[in-house]
C-alpha cells in the first residue's frame, strides 16, 4: 500500500507546486520510489490519500516503459488500466499530450478517429478558456 509523505517535504520531493486540479508525481531513480503530489482538490476532499485513485493506481506498480525518460523531474499524472502514466509538465494541457504520446504508439484506424475528435474537442474547449483568460 501507497505510504504517507510528510506534507511540509512531498512538494521538494516531487519538484512542483501542488496543481489546483492536477495530480503530479515524481519517479526516484535512486530510490525506486514514485511520489504523489495531490491536487489541492484531492487533498481537500480526500481523508485519506491512500485511498485516492491515484494511490490505488501506484498500487498496481508502474510500467517502467511508460517511464521511460521520465524519471527524477516532476510529471503531471494520468491513470491507465496498467497504473499511472506520465505526461511531461511542459505542456499546458496534460490531456492533449496523452493523446500525442497515444498517437505514437500506432492505433488502430478506430482509435485513431477518437483520438483526433477528443483532440479536436479539448483544443477547441482549451481556446475558449484562453478567451476567458482561464488556464
Keep these: 500500500m501507497t505510504e504517507l509523505v510528510d506534507p511540509t517535504e512531498i512538494e521538494l520531493i516531487v519538484g512542483a507546486p501542488r496543481h489546483p486540479d492536477q495530480h503530479i508525481g515524481r519517479a526516484v531513480s535512486d530510490e525506486e520510489t514514485v511520489y504523489i503530489l495531490h491536487s489541492q482538490r484531492c487533498k481537500d476532499s480526500t481523508e485519506d490519500l491512500r485511498l485516492c485513485p491515484y494511490s490505488k493506481a501506484l498500487d498496481q506498480g508502474i510500467d517502467v516503459e511508460d517511464w521511460a525518460g521520465y524519471v527524477d523531474r516532476p510529471v503531471f499524472l494520468v491513470i491507465l488500466s496498467r497504473g499511472l502514466f506520465p505526461v511531461p509538465i511542459e505542456r499546458q494541457d496534460p490531456v492533449l499530450e496523452y493523446l500525442d504520446r497515444l498517437k505514437e504508439m500506432s ?18 474547449r482549451s481556446s475558449r478558456s484562453t478567451k476567458r483568460g482561464g488556464l
Excluded: G, T, V
Design 107 to 124: 492505433p488502430s484506424p478506430s482509435l485513431s478517429r477518437q483520438i483526433a475528435e477528443l483532440e479536436s474537442a479539448r483544443r477547441a
